[in-house]
């Protein structure tokens, strides 16, 4: 999914899980997965309730600004957010395989990141093995 340069991609967040499909050994591919691990961007509480909703563990740090908010509603603003460290660190492998594709000058140059640039290295990616 691409979104323009200046566009964030945290409203992105419920459109790209929508279309996440995570295979089995048998049958048809189980739609949610089974934690999402993101970093603060991804912490309003909407995306939250999101996962909440479909029973997916949120594995995302709250954000600095977000604590005294919530702790000056008292009761009202909830329990602080559950969190994984050791589930978070993990994180940092698939943040490195996306570094290395950005900084990959074969993919695409940052004046030429559109979708049908993207289309044709799937393509290449396809025809060469």
């Not at 912490?43 to 908010?69: F, G, H, W």
Request: charged share 30%.
């Amino acid at each position: 999914m691409l979104t323009p340069g200046q566009a964030a991609d945290c409203p992105q967040f419920q459109v790209l899980l929508g279309q996440i499909r995570v295979p089995g050994k048998i049958g048809r591919p189980r739609t949610p997965p089974g934690a999402v691990a993101a970093d603060k961007a991804y912490s309003p509480k909407a995306n939250r309730a999101y996962l909440r909703d479909r029973r997916v563990t949120a594995v995302i740090p709250e954000r600095a600004d977000q604590q005294p908010n919530r702790k000056k509603k008292g009761s009202a603003g909830g329990r602080p957010v559950t969190f994984d460290p050791a589930l978070y660190k993990r994180r940092n492998t698939v943040e490195r395989c996306f570094q290395k594709i950005k900084t990959w000058r074969g993919l695409a140059t940052r004046y030429d990141k559109s979708p049908h640039s993207y289309e044709g290295y799937a393509y290449v990616r396809r025809s060469c093995g």
